[in-house]
């Protein structure tokens, strides 16, 4: 069974940061793009960044870039998000996903972040 | 970016009955668009994908059909696990974008 399982979210103050983590089982890790997708009750449904099977390409939305960090380690099936100068607009579910062509074959169930003071 | 517009917002169905749900791009997407369902507290799940192509083990009273900027997913007969959001998403242009949802509620 395909699980993905996010962790790392919590209440951070803005200008803060912090970095999730999405730990995944079930299938071949290594040989999948991976992508963060962000979920609010305002915006619905954006995605933030994605990453290459070796780590070796990234991409951002524009709203993001340059605040945050997509990475992954194939050895531990894992993905990560350094998020940086956090604000209260990034208050968020966190999904991390598998994509396939572009479309996102499995999600976990997210981690939230609330960026408050 | 292409902006995805869905409709309608809210669709109140009874079980047993059809659903038709619309989903628009502001320019062609060619097929290259999915579906996925939301159930409160869950994670999305993956129902359509290539405009038209359900994705494994999904159940064959969900269909879809549509390109460029058209689509339609439609539920034959809504079960009462069916009940929940669905969302559009297109993949043909970066950024990837989604569509704001269209709750299925029960009528």
């Known amino acids: 069974e395909v699980q993905l399982v996010e962790s790392g979210g919590g209440l951070v103050q803005p200008g803060g940061s912090l970095r999730l983590s999405c730990a995944a089982s079930?299938?071949?890790?290594?040989?999948?793009?991976m992508s963060w997708v962000r979920q609010t009750p305002g915006k619905g449904l954006e995605w933030l960044a994605n990453?290459?099977?070796?780590?070796?390409?990234?991409y951002y939305v524009d709203s993001v870039r340059g605040r945050v960090t997509i990475s992954r380690d194939n050895a531990r099936n894992s993905l990560y998000l350094q998020m940086d100068s956090l604000r209260a607009e990034d208050t968020a579910v966190y999904h991390c996903a598998s994509s396939v062509a572009g479309y996102f074959d499995n999600w976990g169930q997210g981690t939230l972040v609330t960026v408050s003071s | 970016e292409i902006v995805m517009t869905q409709s309608p917002a809210t669709l109140s169905v009874s079980p047993g009955e059809r659903a038709t749900l619309s989903c628009r791009a502001s320019?062609?997407?060619?097929?290259?668009l999915a579906w996925y369902q939301q159930k409160p507290g869950q994670a999305p799940r993956l129902l359509i994908y290539g405009a038209s192509t359900r994705a494994t083990g999904i159940p064959a009273r969900f269909s879809a059909s549509g390109s460029g900027t058209e689509f339609t997913l439609t539920i034959s007969s809504l079960q009462s696990e069916d009940f929940a959001v669905y969302y559009c998403q297109q993949y043909d242009s970066w950024p990837q974008t989604f569509g704001q949802g269209t709750k299925v509620e029960i009528k």
């Open positions: 079930g299938f071949r890790f290594s040989t999948y793009w």
């Open positions: 320019q062609s997407v060619s097929s290259n």
């Open positions: 990453i290459n099977q070796d780590g070796s390409e990234k």
